[in-house]
């Protein structure tokens, strides 16, 4: 029973990155070009005070400050840093970078969470690389270096924010609906005076723009943050990061079919080694450790 509830759990978990990885997609084709500051800041505040009101409960003593440190590398930065990533490189190479958050929050883990790590989280983290590999990258790909540096920025904060949440947990006071809501209305808040000064509104929106906003808030956001926040909870922090991954086959997915992005056979089989991979992650009694 504990194995098929874990197993629910990292399902439901399994969406927040498969819904992350149309904001390729969305930024790409839907939004207004050169504004990641402003969509950033449209993505996370309203959302978070939408869950604000519902909530309207007040972190306690240290939490104001911990909560300001999960709101900056949760939201804040790595919104900015995604979204430069995304004005900058195709979205496959740009979830190419960001998926080596695994490597990153193995390492973390270690060090602040004491984690003991297993041969198989190596060799999850190794097939999980190849696999993207092989699904994103291709002859004609090229690299910007300013979208390779604001992706690996923000995979280092995405990482950090994972496992810093794991080790301080949530405070008591705190509903997850909460707990959310504060990460992403004081992440919006940071970003929304810098966004307002070197970019602006833009002139004019179209109903296309506004409804690109409207899903990055409600779906993007609202609901991936709440399911990733509780499998943060409920699963080990290992195994949360390799969910990553599925962002990547997201993205891929949608360019294919919206795109008319082609999908080669080396490309199949970074699918199957991304599953692979995340299948490898699922903690087990068995796991051999190496430390």
């Not at 874990?6 to 207004?32: C, D, K």
């Not at 709101?71 to 190479?93: C, H, K, M, R």
């Not at 409804?211 to 609901?223: A, K």
């Not at 993205?251 to 991304?274: E, H, N, R």
Request: proline share 5%; charged share 10%; hydrophobic share 50%.
């Amino acid at each position: 029973m504990p194995k098929i509830r874990s197993i629910q759990n990292m399902l439901l978990t399994a969406l927040a990155p498969i819904v992350w990885g149309s904001t390729y997609i969305i930024t790409t084709e839907v939004l207004p070009p050169n504004t990641p500051l402003l969509t950033s800041t449209i993505r996370a505040l309203p959302a978070g005070i939408l869950l604000l009101l519902i909530c309207r409960t007040l972190p306690k003593g240290i939490w104001w400050l911990r909560i300001m440190i999960l709101s900056a590398l949760n939201i804040g930065a790595f919104f900015y840093f995604l979204f430069v990533a995304a004005e900058y490189l195709p979205g496959g190479t740009a979830s190419l970078i960001v998926a080596c958050q695994p490597i990153m929050v193995i390492l973390l883990s270690t060090c602040i969470l004491k984690t003991s790590l297993t041969i198989k989280h190596i060799i999850s983290a190794a097939l999980g690389v190849i696999g993207i590999s092989l699904l994103v990258l291709n002859s004609t790909t090229s690299l910007n270096w300013q979208g390779v540096i604001a992706g690996f920025a923000g995979c280092s904060c995405m990482a950090l924010g994972v496992v810093l949440t794991k080790y301080w947990n949530r405070s008591t006071n705190l509903s997850l609906l909460s707990f959310t809501g504060w990460q992403l209305t004081l992440g919006g808040l940071m970003l929304l005076p810098v966004a307002m000064s070197i970019e602006g509104l833009p002139q004019h929106l179209t109903v296309t723009n506004m409804l690109g906003y409207s899903y990055l808030c409600m779906v993007g956001t609202v609901f991936s943050y709440i399911i990733w926040f509780r499998g943060i909870e409920k699963l080990p922090v290992v195994t949360i990061s390799f969910l990553g991954f599925l962002s990547s086959l997201s993205a891929c997915i949608l360019g294919y079919l919206f795109l008319k992005q082609t999908f080669s056979l080396p490309q199949m089989l970074g699918v199957c080694t991304i599953i692979i991979a995340v299948w490898l992650s699922i903690p087990r009694e068995s796991d051999k450790k190496i430390r």
